[in-house]
């Protein structure tokens, strides 16, 4: 079993699916700590779900998938950020309809393309082995964006996250950096996509973090642990993926479900 997963490194397609695993890994240890600390993980599978639409429109005018879905993702945090500051009492029935519109307008537009006969099924639960080049300088780019902004604004983000009136207070621009989470959160759903597929991305960017917060002291502690976790769980997806010739996506998810019940049963005994 070593030995045939050895021999499957020297395949181009394995190497940019590992590499891929790595970046989505720690973007999703990043952001998915921000979407659980603020609460927005219905506001980030309202996202994922629009972000289809996105899809739709990148096949039907045959633009690449990521400047679509990207495209769709960010109007729909947008969106969802007007209504989350302003019209909170309304927000479910809003994000219900964003994401049933989007969705729809992605399936008529598929439906509308001309002679694309391509599975969609790979939107749906991810196709990290088919990752090419520029799908990696795109997720290296976000990488490194997230990267930046987290660093140079840790503290404001941090206010914001776990206390938004006394960051308020403290003069900082709780609107804009609230708004600025939910795009990034956008973008990293949009790469996310790409090794799990839209259905199970939320598992994605919840399951490691839970683990990680149990393990950690601070926010920052907590995106490190997420990612590793995130990591380990996506590699092991992936060798289970490549020995059992089963979808990637699934594997991964399933391979963290595995790592949070044993984590759970483990806190168990402690106890």
């Known amino acids: 079993m070593l030995e045939t997963l050895l021999d499957a490194l020297s395949y181009e397609f394995i190497q940019n699916a590992l590499l891929a695993g790595l970046l989505v890994s720690f973007a999703s240890g990043i952001i998915g700590s921000l979407i659980v600390v603020n609460r927005m993980v219905f506001l980030a599978g309202g996202i994922a779900h629009t972000s289809y639409g996105g899809i739709g429109l990148a096949i039907y005018f045959g633009l690449p998938i990521f400047f679509g879905a990207s495209l769709f993702a960010c109007a729909a945090a947008l969106l969802m950020a007007f209504i989350t500051l302003h019209q909170r009492d309304k927000i479910d029935i809003f994000i219900g309809l964003i994401w049933s519109i989007g969705m729809a307008i992605g399936i008529i ?4 393309s001309p002679g ?19 799908d990696l300088s795109y997720m290296g780019g976000l990488l490194g964006l997230i990267t930046i902004i987290v660093t140079l604004f840790y503290r404001q983000i941090l206010a914001v996250s776990y206390d938004s009136e006394y960051a308020s207070l403290r003069g900082i621009n709780v609107k804009l950096f609230y708004t600025l989470i939910l ?13 799990v597929g839209l259905i199970l991305v939320i598992a994605l960017l919840t399951i ?5 917060e149990k393990l950690s002291n601070s926010l920052g502690v907590m995106m490190i642990v997420s ?9 092991f997806g992936l060798a289970i993926s490549y020995l059992y010739d089963i979808t990637s996506g699934a594997s991964i998810i399933i391979v963290s479900a595995i790592g949070l019940i044993g984590f759970l049963s483990l806190e168990k005994l402690k106890k």
Do not use: C, R
């Open 109 to 112: 537009l598929v439906d509308l």
């Open 116 to 134: 694309y006969n391509v599975d969609l099924m790979s939107y749906l639960f991810g196709s990290i082995l088919a990752v090419s080049d520029e």
């Open 183 to 195: 795009l990034l959160s956008a973008l990293t759903i949009v790469v996310a996509i790409k090794v």
């Open 208 to 212: 490691p973090i839970y683990i990680a």
């Open 227 to 235: 990612g590793l976790l995130s990591t380990i769980f996506t590699l």
